[in-house]
């Protein structure tokens, strides 16, 4: 049976004193209220990783997960970081391919992939990130877009390293531009995918695959959303910053 997830990713807000504070607001809250089997992962910044999972470290159910890593091992890279740094501070699941790396770092389907298979080798999980622009929506392409972005990141690994995986369904078409995502939207495109995924590894795979939304997903719509048959959970912004809002999202399940 596939996961129940709820991501938390900070993006680059909080530094160390903050982001401890609202780490151990989380847990306090996941320990006394969530009654479901839904995981929690807190994406903190680098500098933050080792310091929040000195508070999450003997939770059950709440893991740490990075915003991104170096598709390098070692060496002359100044200023990345490699997937074994992250492992030894507890690093147990790492975002890939979100909407503003593809963007505003150029990263491409050919560096998502190597980045896919360093954070396997290392043991950790990927959260692979996947979505279209408005101009792609309204171009009627959306859903052999989204699914060629998986086909190029991860259609490359075998039938074991593929069940590692999380995807990550982000409407960029519907952040920040005044436009709405419904929940019917939401689940059209997660039917799509787990198809595209069961056309490669087969419909077990498939359906033991999360996929989670990535679409301004709030405490007052996150129960709508996750209704829907093929949505596992959401990559969660700007309301993974609150931690009320956060465990209220994970509560909906």
Not at 54 to 63: E, P, Q, R, S, W
Not at 95 to 122: M, N, P
Not at 161 to 181: L, M
Not at 227 to 242: E, P
């Amino acid at each position: 049976m596939r996961s129940k997830i709820v991501a938390g990713n900070w993006k680059m807000n909080k530094n160390l004193d903050e982001g401890l504070a609202l780490t151990s607001e989380i847990v306090n809250m996941f320990k006394d209220e969530v009654n479901s089997d839904a995981l929690a992962i807190i994406a903190a910044p680098f500098p933050l990783l080792s310091g929040v999972n000195g508070l999450i470290k003997d939770t059950d159910n709440v893991f740490l997960a990075a915003q991104t890593c170096s598709e390098y091992a070692s060496g002359a890279y100044t200023g990345e970081v490699s997937t074994s740094m992250l492992s030894s501070v507890g690093v147990a699941y790492v975002i890939l391919g979100h909407s503003e790396r593809r963007g505003y770092f150029h990263e491409s389907d050919e560096i998502l992939a190597k980045k896919t298979d360093t954070v396997l080798q290392a043991g950790m999980k990927p959260i692979f990130c996947c979505g279209e622009s408005l101009e792609t929506r309204e171009s009627g392409d959306h859903f052999k877009f989204v699914c060629d972005q998986l086909t190029a990141g991860l259609f490359h690994l075998d039938a074991d390293a593929f069940s590692k995986v999380v995807i990550a369904y982000e409407p960029i078409w519907a952040i920040g531009t005044g436009k709405t995502a419904s929940a019917e939207q939401a689940q059209e495109m997660h039917e799509k995918l787990r198809a595209h995924v069961a056309e490669k590894y087969g419909k077990d795979i498939a359906d033991d695959t999360s996929i989670l939304y990535g679409g301004s997903c709030k405490p007052g719509n996150a129960a709508e959303i996750f209704a829907g048959k093929d949505v596992d959970g959401g990559l969660i912004g700007g309301a993974s910053l609150k931690s009320r809002d956060f465990v209220d999202i994970i509560k909906a399940f």
